[in-house]
């Protein structure tokens, strides 16, 4: 054993793979509720001396104490010629933050917590790419990378000597890695931050993105998380999935666990956000075939390529996507199943003309279009596009596509028959006639028109990378035509919103959990005038039945003292909703008590203080945008040189593009006349500055020296 932050903790050990826990069990929902409803500042560190062991390197750094649990991955067994049970490392970093290189958090400033005071200790959870540990037994040569043990510190291969604080950067490095699997940070107060997620596209050989992100959700129940940030960029087959997600299931991908909107940039709120998810994705499809919207030839066709191909009407754009992304799904599991991307569409010949179309409709426009194919030469593949405007005297746009659809592969005489293909170039089908033996699909059974031959999986994602560029992307959608700008603000509103939340509500369990014990949510009000604008959230006590004033306010002192550092010292003085009760009256016979006590205090700090008083830092900003914000929203600003308010540089006609200007007048100061003033000002200061660089000058190129 050995003691490391005031407890004993369990040394590395060697474990065989069956007495490992299951990542994609563990967990379970029995390990919530074995926590007895204690804070997560509690229930952390009863997980670690449960589950984790400690690497003897990891002692080289008491402020950043790497932990370690292993996993198997369910039955799956690695490949190779000595295959065994996959192994998944979660390293848990207990990073002291008073000796942190980052002292404030960036995630809480842009989150709405900015105003909370900062925490003593940060856990990070890391999953890394490669399946090693930050904690392992090696350590990289910063100059040539080799590897090295912790215990050497030259490098065999370019002679280069390691201090300590090049392996504490780059432990420190390890923290910043974005290759991560899973990256997530949990203040000692129960609020964290989930920084990243890579599955299976991230580079993970086992865990997919679903996998990692359920392994999540247990952990922090688990662990009685109060409430996870997360700041959704995450992509996938190259475009924003928050829009992709947002349009064809009304929330982020997050949101299947949870997270909900949390704060939305420039001033978005809940309801902005809702309305303009459901604007977008019910736009209709039809809206691109109207004169009021200038929409591509190529758009109209790939558009209308899909709704043939689909068994049931695609109406809006929700369902546009909707069948494309399942398209893609069925593509993968069919190629894994069967090594090609051919899909098949039953449509039964049987059943006679569709709609109110007679036989004999049907035959005349088939008629033409074969016209057509024998007019061209034989060699020349003809788009279906062409084959419709060519034959749209003959019949309607909806029976030539249904003809077009159904003539693939059939005999059209006894030594022809009509072939075809998708050209992915144009994004449409192509046909022409062929000699019945040398059709590109001429062993087709005589049934085989009951199959159509679909995009490829490649051709699938570059025909929705198209379609997401087109009508969904704000830069990419036309902005002619009736309400179309109404969909490109809506459009802007999605990518704008990356801030999500999810909510544990960790603190409401509690009055039932244990009925032997009493649960007290206590928010603390400091007496120092200094920390007035401080918001500390309300901690969880838990006390004994027969517990006393007295002891509530020693609990609360500890527990405050354990979670903060500017209370180090913290003393609670009095109950503020039972002032004049005797410190020896019993807590439970309180008149008129809820779950929430009051309790003021002081810090009795003087050095130091204000360092650690709020996670937005020492700067004293104020935030008052037009579109309505009123904190940093981590989008990018820039202060007004005359009275220092900041806004967004979008919303003061500053394009993304474009870099800061030297100096800046917002227009509330430029519209009071302040901006005079301000230069009069800013030109006085600059003669008194020639005044004083002229002498100076003079009297070095005089090369008199002045005594």
């Known amino acids: 054993m050995v003691v490391v932050s005031e407890r004993p903790m369990k040394r590395m050990k060697r474990r065989v793979t069956a007495d490992l826990f299951d990542f994609l069990t563990f967990p379970s929902s029995s390990s919530a509720a074995a926590g007895g409803g204690a804070p997560f500042r509690t229930r952390v560190k009863d997980f670690l001396s449960r589950h984790a062991v400690l690497p003897p390197p990891s002692s080289l750094f008491p402020h950043l104490t790497t932990w370690q649990v292993l996993f198997r991955v369910g039955d799956i067994v690695t490949g190779g010629p000595d295959p065994s049970p996959a192994v998944v490392c979660l390293d848990v970093v207990e990073e002291e933050v008073s000796r942190s290189r980052s002292v404030y958090c960036d995630q809480c400033r842009v989150v709405g917590w900015s105003g909370h005071p900062v925490c003593r200790k940060r856990y990070h959870f890391i999953i890394k790419a490669d399946g090693s540990s930050i904690g392992g037994h090696h350590k990289p040569c910063i100059c040539c990378g080799d590897l090295l043990h912790f215990s050497e510190s030259r490098c065999k291969s370019c002679n280069h000597v390691m201090t300590e604080e090049d392996v504490e950067d780059w432990v420190f490095h390890q923290l910043e890695n974005t290759t991560h699997l899973l990256h997530a940070v949990v203040h000692s107060n129960g609020f964290g931050h989930l920084l990243r997620v890579n599955g299976r596209e991230g580079g993970s050989r086992f865990l997919s993105g679903c996998h990692i992100m359920d392994f999540w959700d247990r952990l922090c129940k688990t662990l009685g998380v109060r409430k996870v940030s997360v700041m959704d960029v995450s992509k996938k087959f190259g475009l924003e999935y928050r829009m992709l997600h947002a349009v064809t299931k009304g929330q982020p991908w997050y949101g299947e666990w949870g997270y909900e909107f949390g704060t939305g940039s420039f001033g978005i709120t809940r309801d902005v956000y809702n309305r303009s998810v459901e604007s977008l994705s019910s736009l209709p499809l039809s809206t691109f075939l109207s004169q009021g919207w200038t929409a591509s030839s190529r758009l109209l ?8 191909l689909s068994k049931h009407e695609l109406v809006n754009i929700r369902d546009l996507f909707c069948f494309l992304l399942s398209l893609i799904h069925g593509a993968r599991i069919s190629s894994s199943r069967e090594g090609d991307a051919i899909f098949s569409k039953v449509r039964s010949r049987d059943c006679g003309p569709l709609g109110s179309w007679t036989r004999s409709e049907v035959e005349r426009a088939e008629e033409a279009i074969v016209r057509v194919l024998r007019a061209v030469s034989s060699s020349n593949w003809v788009s279906g596009r062409a084959l419709r405007g060519a034959a749209y005297r003959v019949a309607s746009a909806e029976l030539l596509d249904h003809c077009l659809r159904e003539l693939g592969d059939k005999s059209v005489s006894s030594a022809m028959v009509i072939s075809s293909r998708w050209n992915p170039d144009s994004g449409d089908f192509e046909y022409r006639l062929e000699p019945g033996g040398t059709a590109s699909t001429a062993n087709a059974s005589s049934t085989k028109s009951s199959f159509i031959s679909r995009p490829s999986e490649d051709n699938l994602i570059r025909d929705l990378r198209y379609l997401y560029d087109s009508i969904l992307h704000p830069h990419g959608m036309s902005n002619e035509g009736t309400h179309a700008t109404d969909f490109v603000e809506a459009a802007q509103r999605l990518l704008d919103c990356k801030q999500f939340m999810k909510n544990y509500r960790a603190e409401e369990a509690p009055s039932t959990a244990n009925p032997f014990s009493i649960s007290l949510l206590c928010q603390v009000e400091l007496a120092d005038h200094a920390m007035s604008s401080t918001t500390c959230p309300p901690e969880l006590v838990i006390l004994s039945p027969n517990a006393t004033v007295s002891d509530l306010k020693h609990e609360v002192a500890r527990a405050f003292q354990d979670v903060y550092l500017m ?17 020896s009256t019993q807590v439970k016979h309180l008149t008129g008590l809820t779950n929430l006590v009051r309790v003021r205090g002081r810090c009795f700090v003087k050095n130091g203080v204000s360092k650690y008083r709020m996670e937005r830092g020492l700067e004293n900003w104020t ?30 006609g500053i394009s993304d593009s474009e870099s800061v200007p030297a100096r800046f007048i917002c227009g509330g100061c430029r519209s009071s006349g302040k901006m005079i003033k301000a230069s009069e000002d800013e030109e006085e200061d600059e003669a008194k500055a020639s005044v004083v660089d002229i002498p100076v000058n003079q009297m070095l190129t005089d090369g008199v020296v002045m005594l």
Not at 301 to 308: A, E, G, T
Not at 568 to 583: H, I, K, N, W
Not at 631 to 651: F, I, K, N, P, S
């Open 567 to 583: 209370c180090r010292r913290f003393q609670a003085d009095d109950l503020l909703d039972y002032r004049g009760v005797d410190d």
């Open 301 to 308: 066709d790939v558009i209308s390529l899909y709704q043939s």
């Open 623 to 652: 935030v008052d945008c037009r579109c309505g914000a009123k904190d940093d929203d981590g989008e990018r600003m820039l202060a007004c040189d005359v009275c220092g308010v900041w806004q967004h540089t979008r919303c003061s």
